[in-house]
């Protein structure tokens, strides 16, 4: 770095270019008055005002001023950086200068957008021009760093998300982490019966998928696992995972089962997960028939011999030789450094005990639409038959639309499912028990390939849809018809006549919300939520699988709610930019980091522990200690620059000089009136 | 049987009084209506109403207020807030209706020979004057001027409840009535 003088560099020829942005900045902004004021301003040789900056003609402008005035610094009031920065900054560099040398100003979002009116709005525009011209007299030429990318990628989540993602990844030739924490991978599609609106098997679907991902060769799979810390930067993560014991080697175990069979516990009895509590299941368990990995799991929490050390540990006696169990095991910690991440952790269903006044959890035959998912699945805890908690099949079935979806006191969102997945539950319903199914919707959406044709099929199928959503559901019988039944209240809205509906079973679509621990792992991987709480994607149209954080990607439901379609054609898109960043093998990174003025630094730490990227350390123990910054690590956020007690961290593009000088452009402006 | 017409031209919609009602402490959210139903659903007197609580909504929404202005419903509703409390969007509905009540006192399109209307206006004439209410005189100002056969049907027990002692005709004044009149014109002005 070059020694700063107080004084104004006297050899700086600033351009200043104005844009129309059409009528988006034109109508509201004078945009002439405000390239007139900056051809006033000292320093600045050329102005222009021009309709489009963006455009090819008005990049060349910027090429052609620059070998004609010789300009060496550049003025662009327009549009947000985040959308053109790099435009002008590719303009100026094209016409030999170097990009840094160019600042933005932002006069149609902070300007012409936010304010009615024209004569203050071009106030505003001129000051924030003239705080510009300030300050990119004192924007120095800098260069961008490369980091190589590693070619490794972990996959965190093992639904169909993370499946169709690692497997893509692993077919192209790359190695994959896929990360899982429960004992199989599957996710909640490994829960379903028929998949909407095909009604194909969701079994045999995802199942060859599942043991595509053991066999693969370039997938590591762990199961029982979880992502505990997240060092590095785009390229060269260093990611640390816990894997929780299973006590069941799955190097040894042959899947035979013998063991479950062994166990002293003759009779299931603790409540089996992934059924939901809706059967039961030993200590030691495979979660389903077709689980990968295809090796038993013991539950800690459940096992005599963890409980009281006491068991005679049958299990152990029946897998004799081959001595796959092992009750000693303990958390082991995976060190793997990767060069991109993609998130597929999922979502979790609403739990409809917010809505007492459905009942659910008062009367025992209010189901949620998952639980009703394994009672019609085959391998369920009814084998498929739909019966209710007391044996008896249902005549009548109530299924209740957007619990707890499009709903201000809990999710405001539509969660894009229920709808469809309802439709699919009540034909599946009325085909196996041929009972009378109602629907109960607010608005029926059926937006996807064959979806309104599904919903056709049913109504010709006979099923009732009545629009309006159920006030409450009660035993409570006013009527002898309603007596020993489920009594849902709700207007018919198209009827405008409010009805009484008494049903055997009441199914709560409930909807899609994101994992309660998602902010954990948002703050893991440094990515960004939105107010909702799914992860957040860098833009909604045209970066829908990228994320703040570089080299991490977002697909499925953990970014928002979707169906399977569209899971996997994102999670498809989350490897596709993974393998794009992975082929380029390095990237540039923005120059916009924090460095230590070495001589004036204490090595006091406050930096060190402030760093939200841990990417300052203390170095020169013996000699002179003090603060290094790694500019790969660092994302520019400022936060040592500004806690630094003695103002020895500085910020390329954001040194004291640039502000200060920016700053004393406003002051300047309401100073002079 | 007679057929009648219930088609509606737009020009009997009225949008600036939506606009106005919009405005109305309590009223702000019920442009965000679903028309879920969940208000009808939740009602306890839904089932006696000549529009559901919804279609009241669905008739501010559009502008129609003389048919809002002059049902039943907003007449009936218990203020038991039960819809309020449910709706999915937070709309207060119990205070819609007493908006929509205020409203059509003040354009006198409530409907003749419904005691409610006859009972609000009453209640609040008596409480502005005195300071406190006499059921004795209000049921039987409300009867008189809404149906006066009621008070042939409900001779007998007013009898007894007299005798009781849990009905009196004697009319209680608090002092300073002047004071409890400044307040109320001073929240008629806040309106």
Redesign the interface.
Known sequence: MSERGQKLPSDVRVGVYVCHCGVNIAAVVDVRQVAQLARGLPGVVVARDYNYMCSDPGQELIRQDIRDYALNRIVVASCSPHLHEETFRHAAAAGGLNPYLVHMVNIREHVSWVHPDRERATEKACELVRAAVRRVVWHEPLEQARVSIHPDVLVVGGGIAGIHAALTLANAGKRVYLVERQPSIGGHMAMFDKTFPTLDCAACILTPKMSAVQAHPNITLWTLAEVTRVEGYVGNYEVEITRWPRYVREDLCSGCLKCIEACVYKDARFPDEFNLGLSKRKPIYLPFPQAVPQVPVIDPATCIQFKSGKCKKTCVEACGERGAIDLQAVPKVERVRVGSVILATGFQTFDPRRMP?YGYGIYPNVYTSLEVERLVNASGPTGGEIVLRDGRRPQSVGIIH?VGS????HNPWCSRVCCMYSLKLAHLIRERTGAEVFNFY??MRTPGKGFEEFYQRLLEEGVHFI??????VSDWALDPSEEGKLVL?????LL???RRIPVDMVVLAVGLEPRSDAEELRRLFRVSCSAEGFFLERHPKLAPVSTFAEGVFVAGCCQGPKDIPDTVAQAGAAAAEALALIDRGSIEQEPNTAYVLADHCSACRTCVSLCPYSAISIVGGDGRPHAEINPALCKGCGTCVAACPSGSIRQHLFEDEQIVAEIEGILAGVAGG | MAVTRTLRYQREADPEWTEWLRRQPGCEAFWECLQCGTCSGACPLSIYMDFTPRRVIALVREGFYRDALSCQTIWLCASCYACAVHCPRGIRITDLMYTLKREAIRRKVHPKGLPTPVLAQEFYRMVQRRGRNSEFWLVLRMALKSDPWALVRLARSGWRLLRAGRLSMRTEQIRQADQLRTMFAAAREGR
Do not use: F, L, Q, W
Request: proline content about 0%; glycine content about 14%.
């Open positions: 006044e957007c499009r709903d201000r006191r607010i608005d629009r309006g959503r159920v006030a409450g209240r709700v207007e018919d809205t405008g006549i409010v």
